[in-house]
C-alpha cells in the first residue's frame, strides 16, 4: 500500500494520499483546496489515478478540494452519512467498505466532534501485506487531544462515547492519523493515546464534557467561508443556499 500524509500549513491539516501500487487507484481524504496543484503534481508524477476524494468531516477551517478534484480528476466525491451536504457523489454509512484493490478503507461513525464526523480505518488485506494498522481519526482524535464540540451539531459527551467506544477499542498498535497537528506531531498509537492523551486520560463522562464546555475557543478564522463552501463539497460556486 502507498500511505503518504500530506500538510498544509495554514490551517494544520494534514490530507492522506492512500493508493495501491499495483492498480494505480488512489484516495485523498481530507484535501484541501490550495493545495490541489501539489496534490495533483504528486498524483501525476506517481501515475495514480484519483478515484476518490473521502471526507471525514464538514470542515470549518479550511475548503475541501473535492470539488475541484473531482472538475479536473473525475473523481467521486465521498461524504459521511448524514452530512448535511449537496453535491456528494456518495454518502458512507457506519461499517461500509471502499475497496481500492486489495485496501480496504471501512468507515467508524464518530460523531461529537460535528454530527456526522467519521474515521476511517486503512488496511492492505492482501496476504503479502505487512499487517500494519492505521486509522485516520479525523478531529474525533487528535494526539494528546481532541476536536472542539461547540459547532456544527457538536456534542461533549458524544464525542466521549466515539473515542471510547470506538476508537479506544481498536487494537492498541493501531496508527492514529489526526486530520489536525498544531504543535508539530505526525502519527500516534492508540495505545499511546489511551496512556497519555490528557483529555480522555483519567476522566470520565461528566468531567470530559465540563472541560470540553469551558474551552472558550476562538472561531476558526475560515469558517463563514469554509462551511457555506463545504455543505457544497467545496464548490464555491453555490455558497449562498447555506
Ligand atoms: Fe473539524
Known sequence: ?????????????????????????????????????RDRNLLQ??????????????????????????ELTGCLGVLPEKAQVTRADKFIR????????????????TPGHTDSHMAYQVN????AAPKELRVLTGDALLIRGCGRTDFQGGD??????????????????????????????????????KRWNPR?????RARFIKIM????????QKMMEAIPANVHCGN??????W
Open 156 to 193: 461533549a459527551g458524544i464525542l466521549f462515547d466515539s473515542v471510547t467506544q470506538r476508537l479506544f477499542t481498536l487494537p492498541e498498535e493501531t496508527l492514529v492519523y489526526p486530520a489536525h497537528d498544531y504543535r508539530g506531531c505526525t502519527v500516534s498509537t492508540i495505545e499511546e493515546e
Open 124 to 127: 492492505d488485506v492482501s496476504e
Open 200 to 204: 480522555f486520560t483519567g476522566r470520565d
Open 45 to 70: 508524477e506517481l501515475g495514480f489515478k484519483l478515484r476518490y476524494c473521502l471526507e471525514t468531516h464538514i470542515h470549518a477551517d479550511h475548503i475541501t478540494a473535492t470539488a475541484k478534484l473531482r
Open 213 to 220: 464546555t469551558n474551552l472558550e475557543l476562538p472561531e476558526p
Open 1 to 37: 500500500m502507498f500511505f503518504r500524509q500530506l500538510f498544509d500549513d495554514e490551517s494544520k491539516t494534514y490530507t492522506y494520499l492512500i493508493a495501491n501500487p499495483n492498480t494505480k487507484e488512489a484516495v485523498l481524504v481530507d484535501p484541501v483546496l490550495e493545495q490541489v496543484e
Open 94 to 109: 457506519d461499517g461500509e467498505k471502499l475497496l481500492i484493490g486489495s485496501i480496504l478503507i471501512q468507515a467508524i461513525a
Open 236 to 241: 464555491i460556486a453555490f455558497p449562498e443556499i
